[in-house]
């Protein structure tokens, strides 16, 4: 039996709450997940919290709180966030959850045994809000890189894992696997990064300057950097090490999607943890853009916060999952300004897919009462051009590329509303050619209903209300294979308007 598709966002850092970018991850990832459930794959998907570090317990601290009672009280916001995006993820971890700290300080123990973890002094630069050393060529005039702050020289006694040792292996297993990072030009950005010589990073931080952190269990002063913990997520959720047969059903996984600014995490710290541990890596690391506001990245540091679930309160969930999926090229950063949103909203789904289905399921009741009158026709053209979109759907999703994905069925969709003024059913009804009117009517129909088919990984909500109109219930890739389910007899409800403009 295959295994399961196995795919996880990175946990998001609950100092603030969620924005836009968090929706984006979290909506490729789930889209992922429902076309591998569509065509028949089981799912394992992952997503959750990371919620150790500094600036967490500093941002706990200026509230006043304890830093647990904190975190519990962030944790929430992101899980009704998700409800409201209608994400539906099979495995929710939160970094200060006991059996993730177990497994953190077992990975830690198994690594200093093995001599990938030693102890030794840390003179360096290091960025507090950051929780980042640099080294003075890293620096951007003094300051930090990212985030432009001044940087404090200190020395202390601290543990290191041996990335160096791996940095030849690591160079030529990118090499060797194309599709390991992805898209390739991050492939190249890493690979590029790889010809400096790797220095061994510090993963452990004195409890003196912070105790929020997961215990090193060799070492009592020290806790672990939040990034060693927070990558051991993706092993230790599904069982490792203390359950090795459902660990082994899972891994490695099949797509790490994550957001090009930990980059770096995922292609070095990550794979090289992994290979030390001795386990099989993920198959794919994909790393996607970054939305922007008049050229700033969307995020809570920049101050030009968007609200999703604002957003999907005011113009359907559906409608902000569209545009996140097809504005750009995952990969590639995006323009966000809520009058593109609203342009796609217009143009493609209340114009092209609202009123398509809208037309067809009225002029069926109109002039049949709703009834189909007539079996398909065998081979038309409505049909050639759904197995088209269907076909380019999948394989664009296979290749990571939900846009193209989206614009294969928007052919079909864009061909069937021209099919209607080509056909023009109000005048084949004026002229009282019925039998002609019936035949383009279950084409049409058989056209909206392949759509709320292929629309099932993308819009779930719109293409459950046009599929229970055709009484296809949990549609997947088995419904497309055949065109022609409508048969004489069946009876399709007008459907209300999926994208009512609400201005
Ligand atoms: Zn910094």
């Keep these: 039996m295959p295994k399961p598709f196995y795919i996880t966002t990175p946990l998001y850092y609950v100092n603030d709450k ?19 459930r569509f065509i028949g794959d089981k799912v394992f998907f992952l997503t959750g919290t990371d919620e150790h570090g500094e600036k967490i317990d500093k941002t706990a601290k200026q509230k006043g709180m304890e830093t647990q009672a904190f975190v519990d009280g962030m944790v929430p916001r992101f899980k009704e966030l998700w409800k409201i995006l209608d994400i539906h993820s099979d495995g929710f971890i939160r970094t200060t959850d006991l059996f993730h700290k177990k497994a953190v300080q077992e990975i830690l123990q198994k690594l200093y045994d093995s001599g990938d973890i030693y102890a030794g002094s840390y003179k360096g630069l290091y960025c507090t809000p950051c929780e980042s050393f640099w080294t003075s060529s890293q620096l951007a005039g003094g300051k930090c890189p990212d985030c432009k702050r001044e940087v404090q020289e200190i020395t202390e006694e601290n543990y290191f894992f041996r990335l160096s040792k791996y940095q030849d292996w690591l160079i030529h297993y990118i090499q060797e696997h194309p599709d390991f990072v992805r898209p390739a030009m991050r492939k190249n950005e890493i690979l590029g990064f790889l010809k400096a010589p790797l220095e061994d990073l510090c993963i452990s931080r004195p409890r003196a300057r912070l105790s929020w952190g997961i215990n090193i269990p060799f070492a009592p002063n020290h806790v672990v950097y939040v990034w060693f913990d927070a990558l051991s997520n993706y092993i230790s959720a599904i069982g490792y090490p203390g359950k090795m047969n459902e660990f082994q059903e899972l891994w490695p996984a099949d797509l790490h999607m994550v957001g090009k600014d930990i980059l770096r995490q995922h292609t070095v ?6 290979k030390a541990l001795g386990l099989e890596m993920p198959k ?36 902000l999952r569209y545009f996140l999926l097809r504005e750009v090229n995952l990969g590639m950063d995006g323009a966000y300004s809520e009058e593109l949103l609203v342009a796609r909203f217009n143009r493609d789904l209340a114009n092209d897919l609202g009123n398509l289905v809208l037309r067809s399921t009225s002029m069926l ?19 050639q051009q759904a197995f088209r979109s269907r076909d380019g759907m999948i394989s664009a999703m296979k290749n990571l590329d939900p846009r193209s994905a989206l614009s294969s069925i928007w052919e079909l969709i864009t061909r069937a509303n021209r099919y209607v003024e080509e056909t023009k059913p109000w005048i084949l009804a004026k002229e ?5 009117l019936a035949t383009v009517l279950t084409e049409l129909l058989e056209a909206v209903r392949y759509t709320g088919i292929l629309l099932a990984p993308f819009l779930p909500e ?17 419904d497309l294979e055949t065109w022609g389910a409508l048969t004489p007899s069946t009876t399709i409800a007008k459907g209300a308007a999926l994208f009512p403009r609400s201005s």
């Excluded at 710290?269 to 992994?274: A, F, Q, S, V």
């Excluded at 809570?300 to 999703?308: A, C, E, F, I, R």
């Design 284 to 319: 794919t690391v994909f790393a996607h853009g970054w939305w922007t506001m008049e050229g700033a990245k969307v995020s809570k540091s920049t101050g030009n916060v968007v609200d999703p679930a604002e957003l999907a309160q005011k113009y359907g969930r559906d409608t």
């Design 432 to 436: 009282n050619k019925m039998e002609e």
């Design 18 to 36: 969620p924005h836009i970018g968090h929706a984006y991850t979290n909506i490729l990832c789930d889209t992922f997940s429902r076309f591998h």
């Design 462 to 478: 719109a293409s459950s209300k046009i599929c229970s109109s055709f009484a296809v219930l949990n549609p997947g890739a088995k």
């Design 365 to 383: 009741e109109r002039y049949f009462g709703g009834k189909i009158q007539i079996a398909s026709a065998k081979n038309s053209e409505l049909r």
């Design 269 to 274: 710290y990550w794979p090289i943890m992994l």
